[in-house]
C-alpha cells in the first residue's frame, strides 16, 4: 500500500536496490572458484578475504542495519546507557587480536567450518558438539528477524506499508545468496559500509548546524529526560555496574555468533584477522556518530510513534528527499549483509553438524553444500515469518535470550583451544546450567537483560548472560572436579582392599 510516497526518494532508494541485488547476483563469478558446490567455496569463500575484504564483510555483518536503527533509539529512550555499544565493540576487539587467529588456524589446518567442528574435533563429543550447534542456530534466528525490523522502518519510512515490499526484498536476498554463498554478502557489503558512512558523516555535519550546534543539541536532550523523569546524558552511579557487565558480556558474545565467525573463517589467514581487529574499531567511531541522532532527535523535538522512528524521521525532515532517500537505502541494503551471512552461518551449522552426523553421514561435498543452500533458505522463510506472524516485541525479546544463549558457547569453543583439562561432560553439563540457568533469570525479570543481587552495600544490576557465564565456567570446573577425582578415588579403595 502506498501513502504519500515521496517519488524523489523512492527513486533513489529503488535504483541502489536494484544496484546491490545485481551485484549479489554477479558476485557467483566475483574470484570465481572451480565450483560453488563445496561448502568451503559456498559458505566461506574459500577462506581466501584478505585484509580489505573481511574488514567490509565483518563490519558489515557486525554493525547492522538494525544497530543503525535501535542505537540512536536506544539512546533517544534512555540517553547515555543507550552507548553501551561503544565500550562492548571496543573490549571485544583484544579478544579477536588473541583469540580468533588461533581458532582461525584450528579450523583452516583441519577443515573446520563451523564452531560445532571445531568442539568436535577438541572433544570428540557429539553431544556436545550438537548443543553449540543449536545454540548458533537458535541465537541466530531472531538476529535475522531483527535486520528485517530495520528494514521494515526503512521501507514504511518511504510511505510504503503492508508485507509485499518486504516479502519482495528478502526474496531477491534468498535467491542471491543461494547462487552466490558468502561472495554477495562479502562484495555488497563494499556499497552498504560506504553509503552508511556517507549518511553519518552527512548527519553529524549538517543536523548541528540546523538544530543550533551540539551544545543546543545536549541541552535540548537533557531537558527532555528531566521532564520524563528518567535516563540523562550522563550516567547515574547507579548505572555504571551494570553498563559496564553489559559491555562486558556483549564482548564476549558477540564472536561466538554464527555469522561473526563465518567472516573470521573466511579469512585468508591469521594476520589479516589480527589486522581487522586493529582496523574495525573505526566502525566504533562509526557508531558513537550514529548514536548521537538519538540526541539529536530531542533537539529536532520529533513526535515518533515509536522509539525506532528517530534516524528515518531526522532524515526525512532535516534533509532533502533525495538524500533521504539515499539513507533509507542504506539502511535496508544495511540489512542484507547480515542478513545474507547470518543464514549462512545458520546453514553451515545445521548441515556439518546436524545432517552430515545424523541424518547423512556419508554425504558428499557437493551434497553438502546443496543442503547448506536450501536451510539457508528456509532459515530466512522462518525469521520473515516470524516478523509477519508475531509481535515485533516478541523478536526483541528472543533476541535478549539470544546473546545470553550464545555466551554459553564460549566454554566449549574457547578454552579448549588453550586447554587439555576439561573434559566434554563437565563443558555440557555447564552449558546446560548455564542456558537453563540464564533463561530462568531473565524469564523471572519480565526478559529484561539485567539481573539484581544483593551485595550488602544493597542490590547491583549485572547482565543476566554475564552470571549465566559464571555459572556455567563454575559447574564445569566442579563437574571437572567430580570426574577426574571419582577414579582416584576406586583407585585408592582398591589399593586399600
Known sequence: MLTNVDSAAFAVFLALFILVTGMGFVASRWRKPETLAHLDEWGLGGRKFGTWITWFLVGGDFYTAYTVIAVPALVYAVGAYGFFALPYTIIVYPFVFAVMPVLWKVAKERGYVTAGDVVRGAYGSRGLELAVAATGVLATMPYIALQLIGMEVAIKALGLHGEVPLVLAFLVLALYTYSSGLRAPALIAFVKDIMIYIVVIAAIAIVPSKLGGYGAIFTAADAAFAAKGSGGILLSPAQIVPYASLALGSALAAFMYPHTLTGIFASSGGNTIRKNAMLLPAYTLLLGLLALLGYMGHAAGLKLASNNDVVPELFKTLFPSWFAGFAFAAIAIGALVPAAVMSIGAANLFTRNFWKVWVDPKVTPAGE?????????????????????????????????????????????????????????????????GLAGGSWLAWSDGLKPLHSIDVGAGPVAIYTGLLALTLNIVVAVVVNLVLKRAPQERLAREAAE
Open 369 to 433: 553444500a546443496k543442503v547448506a543452500k536450501i536451510t539457508s533458505m528456509l532459515v530466512k522463510v522462518g525469521a520473515l515469518l516470524a516478523i509477519l506472524l508475531m509481535p515485533t516485541q516478541f523478536a526483541l525479546d528472543l533476541q535478549l535470550l539470544g546473546g545470553l544463549w550464545i555466551l554459553q558457547t564460549l566454554p566449549a569453543l574457547v578454552f579448549g583451544l588453550y586447554l587439555n583439562w576439561f573434559s566434554s561432560t563437565a563443558l555440557l553439563a555447564g552449558w546446560a546450567v
